[in-house]
């Protein structure tokens, strides 16, 4: 299996993700649904603390992808949504993901607000397509 990770030198040069990300002869495919900030016994974590939500959500998100025999590494491609976004939630975001990951080269990746989640008092959900040999 090959990425690519594609940043076109007539598009704005991105900090923390890529414009474009190939995959040619992969394996498998995994597609996670929207992690959130919930523990697995279903109890909210970080109640009111984007920072705290996010990291949980990513916490959440690598454990979707060792389900799977994936790793943060594998993914080519996240979505994420914050609830209420303000521009000063950017760094916050900007943390997590660089904890998510650490090295290499980032994920094409799309960050929306929105009104609301499914649930009161979620602040963030993070969804991930990754590519395992």
Known sequence: MEKKFINPPT???????????????????????????????GKLVGAGDLKAQIRQAATNLKAALEAAGATAADIVKTNTYI???KQ??????????????????????????????????????MEAIAVVR
């Open 11 to 41: 598009l704005l040069q991105p900090r923390g993700y890529t414009h474009v990300v190939t995959v040619e002869g992969a394996n498998k495919m995994v597609f996670v649904s929207g992690q959130v900030s919930v523990d697995k016994d």
């Open 83 to 85: 609830v209420n976004y």
């Open 88 to 125: 000063s939630d950017y760094a916050a975001m900007r943390e997590a993901r660089a904890e998510l990951f650490p090295s290499g080269d980032p994920p094409a990746s799309t960050l929306v607000g929105v009104t609301s989640l499914a649930v009161e008092g979620l602040m963030v959900e």
